[in-house]
Antibody, heavy 120, light 110 residues
Framework: EVQLVESGGGLVQPGRSMKLSCAAS????????MAWVCQAPKKGLEWVATISYDGSSTYYRDSVKGRFTISRDNAKSTLYLQMDSLRSEDTATYYC?????????????WGQGVMVTVSS | DIVLTQSPALAVSLGQRATISCKTNQNVDYYGNSYMHWYQQKPGQQPKLLIY???NLASGIPARFSGRGSGTDFTLTIDPVEADDTATYYCQQSRNLPWTFGGGTKLELK
């Protein structure tokens, strides 16, 4: 059974950093591109970033470029999102999701999400 | 960025057909595929993939769900609607980065 379990969320002050993790199991992690998608409270879904199966390629939405870094450790089957210079508008639930193959494919499995609140 | 437009809400009766539309401001077809996907999200839960590449049913999804369309116009159909289908439905394109989602259509029962 495919499982994606996020951790590392919580309350953080504006301008500070936070690192999210996503532990994957039930599939061959290093065969799949992975993504982070966020959802602000009572709002819709917003793609944040994608990383290729081997970590060699990364893609970001403009609003997080230079502040967020997506990475992965295939030996640990874990996906990460390092979030620096956090802003109040980054407040959201962050989902880890698996691309069904390459980065252009659909997101076929999602974690339960982790809440990040940016506030003083 | 490619903009996806969905109606905010739709109300249907149990057992009837629900048709949810998604229109894009750019063509999302690419090398013979339409890079449009549909997700269902219930309150307090993560999204679930329903349809990929416009018309392909995801694993484990009942055949009551179907998708069609190409270019800039896409629809998700649920027929017949069951009580458990009350949720918000999102379309998403993966033709051009950044991947973008529609605003979501909340399906309610009459």
């Amino acid at each position: 059974e495919v499982q994606l379990v996020e951790s590392g969320g919580g309350l953080v002050q504006p301008g500070r950093s936070m690192k999210l993790s996503c532990a994957a199991s039930g599939f061959t992690f290093n065969n799949y591109d992975m993504a982070w998608v966020c959802q602000a409270p009572k709002k819709g879904l917003e793609w944040v970033a994608t990383i290729s199966y081997d970590g060699s390629s990364t893609y970001y939405r403009d609003s997080v470029k230079g502040r967020f870094t997506i990475s992965r450790d295939n030996a640990k089957s874990t996906l990460y999102l390092q979030m620096d210079s956090l802003r109040s508008e980054d407040t959201a639930t962050y989902y880890c999701a698996r691309h069904d193959g390459g980065y252009r494919e659909s997101l076929d499995y999602w974690g339960q999400g982790v809440m990040v609140t940016v506030s003083s | 960025d490619i903009v996806l437009t969905q109606s905010p809400a739709l109300a249907v009766s149990l057992g009837q057909r629900a048709t949810i539309s998604c229109k894009t401001n750019q063509n999302v077809d690419y090398y013979g595929n339409s890079y449009m996907h549909w997700y269902q999200q219930k309150p307090g839960q993560q999204p679930k993939l329903l349809i990929y590449l416009a018309s392909n049913l995801a694993s484990g999804i009942p055949a009551r769900f179907s998708g069609r369309g190409s270019g800039t116009d896409f629809t998700l159909t649920i027929d017949p609607v069951e009580a458990d289908d009350t949720a918000t439905y999102y379309c998403q394109q993966s033709r051009n980065l950044p991947w973008t989602f529609g605003g979501g259509t909340k399906l309610e029962l009459k």
